[in-house]
C-alpha cells in the first residue's frame, strides 16, 4: 500500500516536472478546505448551510473520510471478507435519548444489544428515534467489564486491580512508586488506551477537562461501530447532502505540496503542479502532517505559531488484526476483552479484543491487539512477520500453546508512517496551556486551521473534528 503510494508519488512528480511549464492558470475559488476527512467535510457543509457554495475540497486519498477509514480484512470465512476500522472505531460518550447527546451519536445512531435494553427502561426511548440518527450505522455498547485477565502463565485474575484503582484519575500519581506489571497494564487499560500515552506524559487538567466533556456531559458509554459499509458511512451520508456525484469542487487524490498565504489571499499547489487560488483557506490536516512539515507554508508560520504546532502531541494507536479459522477459535466468545501483562516489557500487547463475540461479528474467527505510544512505534517500525510471531507468542501464553492455531489472516496499518496523517490524534502534553493551544488553532492571515487537534474539549475525538468544522464554516461565512 505504501509502496504504491510512493510510487505514484514519485511518477505524478516526474509528470509535474514534465508538464509543469504548461498548467499555469490557477482554479480560482472563494473557500479552499484543504482535507476532507470529518473536519473539512463538516466545515465544506457548514459552508453550504450558510449559503457559500463557492469551495473546493483538495484531498489527498482517493476517498473522503481521513482517520475515519475502514477495510476489508481476511478470508471469506462464510461468504463474506469482513469490513474493520482501522481508524476511529467507536461513537465516545453517548449522551441520553431527550438529553445532551454526542453529535456524532445523532448521526450515526442507532443502538444494538445492550444499551437497547438499558434505553427501553427509559421513558424517553418511547418517543421516535431522533430523526438525525439517520444513518443507523450498526454499533454495540463496548463493555468494559467484559474482561479477563492474563499474564505469562496464562489465566490470572487480577480483576481486583481495577477497584484499586478506583477512579484512575484520583490515584494516579499515589500509585506510581509501586507500580507493578500487572498494575501497569490495568494503569494502561485505564488511561493509555484512551489517551495514547502515558500519564506521565499527559496534561492530567486538560485530558480529565477532556474526558469530563465527553463522557461526563453526554455518558460514560462508548459504542463500538462495526457496521460493515463502514463507520464512514455517516460523513459519506452527510457530504451527499450538498455534494453531488461527481462534483468539481471534490478534488480526491490531490496532494497539497505548498500554501503560500497572506493577508489577502492563498496559492495553493498540488503535487502535479496544479494550483488553486482561493481568498480564504481551512487547514484540517493533521499535528503529525503539520509537525513533520509534509506540506510546505510560505512564509514560514510566525514563531508562536510555531510553538503551537510543535508543543501539542500526535499519539499513535495501533491496532493488529488476527483472523483464525472460526471453527478453531479458542478465546471465551463471551467476553469482548482480555488484558495482558507481561511480566517483563511494560505495555507488551496489553489488550486483545474479540470480534467474535454476540453483537459484533460473529463467526468472523476476528480478534485484534492495540499498543500505543512506544509499543506502536516499534510495531510499526516492524515487519509483519516479526509482529505476528510476538503476538502469536503471547496468544499461547494466554490461552495455551496448544489451543491456539495460526492465524489465516493478519494484518495492521502503521498510523504513524502515513503521509497524510503521520499519527492517531492528537493528545494534550504536560505544559501545554491554552494559551499554546489556542495558538495552533489561530489564523495566519487568511488561512485558518481547524480539525480534532485545535478542539479544545473535544481533541483527539471526532466531536472534536466535527464541531471544529462546524465553527470554522460559520466564521468563514461571517467574514467573508
Ligand atoms: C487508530 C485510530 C483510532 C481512533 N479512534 C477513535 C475513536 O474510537 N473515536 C473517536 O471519536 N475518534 C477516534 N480517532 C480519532 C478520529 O479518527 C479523528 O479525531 C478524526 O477522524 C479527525 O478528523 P480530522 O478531520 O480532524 O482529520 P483527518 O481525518 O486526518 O482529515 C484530514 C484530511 O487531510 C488529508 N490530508 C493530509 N495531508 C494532505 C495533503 N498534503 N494534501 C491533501 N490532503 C491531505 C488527509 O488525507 C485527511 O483526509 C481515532 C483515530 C485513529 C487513527
Ligand atoms: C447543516 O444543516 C443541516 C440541516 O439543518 C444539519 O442537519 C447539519 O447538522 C448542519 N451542518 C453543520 C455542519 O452545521
Ligand atoms: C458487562 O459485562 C459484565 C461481566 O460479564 C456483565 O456482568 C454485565 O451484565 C455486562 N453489562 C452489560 C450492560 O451487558
Ligand atoms: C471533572 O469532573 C469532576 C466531577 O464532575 C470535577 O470534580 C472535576 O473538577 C472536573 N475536572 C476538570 C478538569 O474539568
Ligand atoms: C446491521 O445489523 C443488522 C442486525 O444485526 C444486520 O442484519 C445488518 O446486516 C447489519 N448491517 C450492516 C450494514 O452491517
Ligand atoms: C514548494 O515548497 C518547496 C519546499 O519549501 C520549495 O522548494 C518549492 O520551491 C515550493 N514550490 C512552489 C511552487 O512554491
Known amino acids: 500500500m505504501l509502496d504504491f503510494r510512493y510510487i505514484l508519488l514519485l511518477s505524478l512528480t516526474l509528470s509535474s516536472a514534465v508538464l509543469g511549464s504548461q498548467k499555469q492558470t490557477c482554479e480560482k475559488t472563494t473557500v479552499a478546505i484543504l482535507g476532507g476527512g470529518t473536519a473539512g467535510i463538516t466545515a465544506a457543509q457548514s459552508l453550504s448551510n450558510n449559503s457559500m457554495h463557492d469551495f473546493i475540497i483538495l484531498e489527498y ?18 461468504g463474506n471478507p469482513r469490513t474493520i476500522e482501522v481508524g476511529a472505531n467507536w461513537i465516545q460518550g453517548l449522551g441520553t435519548p431527550g438529553g445532551p447527546q454526542n453529535p456524532i451519536w445523532l448521526l450515526v445512531g442507532y443502538i444494538v444489544g445492550h444499551i437497547q435494553e438499558r434505553y427501553s427502561n427509559v421513558a424517553d426511548t418511547l418517543r421516535p428515534i431522533p430523526k438525525a440518527q439517520k ?15 492474563y499474564d505469562e502463565t496464562g489465566y490470572n485474575d487480577y480483576s481486583q486491580l481495577f477497584d484499586t484503582f478506583g477512579h484512575v484519575y484520583t490515584t494516579l500519581e499515589e500509585l506510581a512508586p509501586k507500580k507493578d506489571m500487572k498494575m501497569q497494564a490495568v494503569e494502561w487499560w485505564e488511561w493509555d488506551w484512551e489517551y495514547a500515552y502515558e500519564p506521565d506524559q499527559s496534561s492530567l487538567v486538560f ?13 460514560n458509554e462508548n459504542n463500538f461501530v462495526w457496521d460493515q459499509r463502514g463507520f464512514n458511512t455517516w460523513l459519506k451520508g452527510e457530504a451527499s447532502t450538498f455534494l453531488s456525484d461527481n462534483d468539481e469542487r471534490l478534488h480526491l487524490n490531490t496532494i497539497v505540496t505548498n500554501v503560500t498565504y497572506s493577508g489577502t489571499g492563498l496559492t495553493i499547489t498540488d503535487s502535479q503542479g496544479n ?5 480564504y483557506a481551512i487547514c484540517t490536516f493533521s499535528v503529525g502532517v503539520l509537525q513533520n512539515r509534509a506540506v510546505s507554508f510560505d512564509p514560514e508560520f510566525p514563531g508562536w505559531k510555531q510553538d503551537g ?14 483472523q483464525f479459522s472460526p471453527d478453531e477459535v479458542f478465546w471465551p466468545k463471551d467476553t469482548q ?5 507481561d511480566p517483563k516489557e511494560r505495555r507488551w500487547y496489553p489488550v486483545f479484543q474479540s470480534l467474535d463475540t454476540p453483537g459484533f461479528l460473529e463467526g468472523s474467527g476476528i480478534i485484534f491487539v492495540t499498543v500505543v505510544h512506544d509499543q506502536a512505534y516499534r510495531v510499526e517500525a516492524q515487519t509483519d512477520g516479526e509482529t505476528k510471531d510476538q503476538v502469536m507468542a503471547i496468544l499461547r501464553h494466554m490461552f495455551g500453546a496448544d489451543k491456539v492455531p495460526d492465524p489465516i489472516a493478519f494484518m495492521y496499518p502503521r498510523w504513524s508512517l502515513e503521509p497524510w496523517a503521520y499519527g492517531s490524534y492528537s493528545n494534550w502534553p504536560n505544559g501545554v496551556s491554552l494559551e ?18 485545535t478542539s479544545t474539549e473535544y481533541f483527539g475525538f471526532l466531536q472534536g473534528a466535527w464541531y471544529e468544522g462546524k465553527s470554522v464554516g460559520r466564521l468563514l461565512c461571517a467574514t467573508t
Do not use: P
Request: proline share 0%.
Open 436 to 453: 499554546m493551544h489556542q495558538n495552533l488553532r489561530t489564523n495566519v492571515g487568511r488561512l485558518y486551521f481547524a480539525g480534532e487537534a
Open 275 to 279: 494550483c488553486f487560488e482561493a481568498e
Open 61 to 78: 486519498n482517493s476517498d473522503i473520510g481521513g482517520r475515519l477509514r475502514h477495510t476489508t480484512f481476511g478470508q471469506a470465512v462464510d
Open 337 to 341: 476483552y482480555f488484558l495482558y501483562a
Open 135 to 149: 444513518y443507523g450505522v450498526n454499533s454495540t455498547y463496548s463493555n468494559y467489564s467484559s474482561i479477563l485477565t
Open 309 to 322: 504546532i510543535a508543543t501539542f502531541d500526535m499519539g499513535t494507536y495501533t491496532k493488529i488484526f488476527l
Open 207 to 219: 485530558d480529565i477537562m477532556n474526558y469530563n466533556t465527553s463522557f461526563c456531559q453526554w455518558s
